[in-house]
């Protein structure tokens, strides 16, 4: 029987390696299954035939991400990762990062390992690492990643996900030291993203992704192994009825945010419908509830990370159509001070964000800390 430790990360775990100016993978010829029979589009076959407008390098190192979240999806679905969710959490030699626990790490190996083996990344910054990891000096893209979102919950089979972004090197700092060229290519603002996405571990494996263009999501179809195209050009609407909060620490927020909620919940506000709260406690899964259906999923406290999580997250809902937002200003124009900066972080519909920035007074300053 093998080691829960090597579950995820035996032989094969990653394709191929590939050449840095290696031209794009061809798609696995697979068996016809029911499926085949019908026209579908998958993420390589979008990406490569210029659904994104991106370059060979783009379709590789997007090839490699797939594969590293296939890998992710399999390990989160393993009968072993009960035993890995149960082992103390490894400690954290930085204040700004919660303790990883081993799901985190083996996670973050496996996508650290299919980055390496792209040839196309020149950095990656991990919310499991506390510095930047620098791979190569002539790859033209940087990484950043929350490799395995919300696995303190997974013993209960609650969603997680994978959180990326990915920026272009800067090019004009490649003479700089390499810990300091690492730490500002991963410091670059949000509107500097060349495409962004979540993967969501959930009745479904979601591959949610933006090049700028759109917002769309990908199925992974298990009897070939591909994510296919089921959500094109997705919208979020523009008003929805549900709000995403822990609101267990209702008397912890701010007025300006009580008397938000109060108002929707009762139907008092400018969509004359009561609201419903949902929450999984899981960014992905309550983020991808929220594109479908509209509304706002948030964390008032100075809790999730600009780098990893708000930036990427903001991308993809600006380029469906909606808003993210720290409670006063536009995510994406926020610029990194910190590579584990932390901040509130609001996503959801237009309208509905717009109102609860009208309150004001919505960020939670007041942070006793919380033990479950």
Known sequence: MPSPLSIGLSSPILPPKHHPHSSRPSRQTTMATPSSSWSSTSLIEYVGQ?????????????????????????????????????????????????????????????????????????????????????????????????????????????????????????????????????????????????????????SATIFCTSFGSGTHAFTLDHSTGDFILTHPSLKIP?????????????????????????????????????????????????????LLYGGVAMNPRDHLRLVYEANPLSFLVEQAGGKGSDGKNRILSIQPIKLHQRLPLFLGSLEDMDELESYGDVQQKVNPGYEV
């Open 238 to 290: 523009p008003r929805g009825q549900i709000y995403s909060v822990n609101d267990a620490r209702y008397f912890d927020w701010p007025e300006g945010l009580r008397k938000y909620i109060d108002t929707v919940r009762q139907g008092k506000g400018r969509y004359p419908k009561k609201y419903s709260a949902r929450y999984i406690c899981s960014l992905v899964a309550d983020l991808h509830r929220t």
């Open 50 to 202: 210029g659904g994104g407008h991106v370059g060979d390098d783009l379709v590789l190192l997007f090839h490699h991400i797939e594969y590293a979240c296939k890998r992710i999806a399999a390990l989160v679905a393993s009968p072993y990762n009960s035993t890995l969710s149960k082992r103390m959490p490894l400690p954290s030699s930085s204040a700004d990062r919660d303790a990883p626990k081993p799901l985190d790490i083996l996670s973050n190996e496996i996508i650290l390992s299919s980055l390496r083996n792209s040839g196309k990344v020149a950095v990656m910054a991990s919310e499991e690492d506390d510095t930047p990891v620098w791979i190569s000096d002539d790859g033209p893209y940087v990484v950043v990643t929350d490799p395995l979102d919300g696995s303190r919950n997974i013993e209960a089979s609650i969603p997680t996900g994978t959180i990326f972004g990915i920026y272009k090197r800067l090019a004009e700092l490649d003479h700089l030291p390499k810990e300091e060229k690492a730490l500002l290519n991963s410091l670059q603002a949000g509107t500097r993203l060349v495409a962004a996405g979540y993967v969501l571990y959930s």
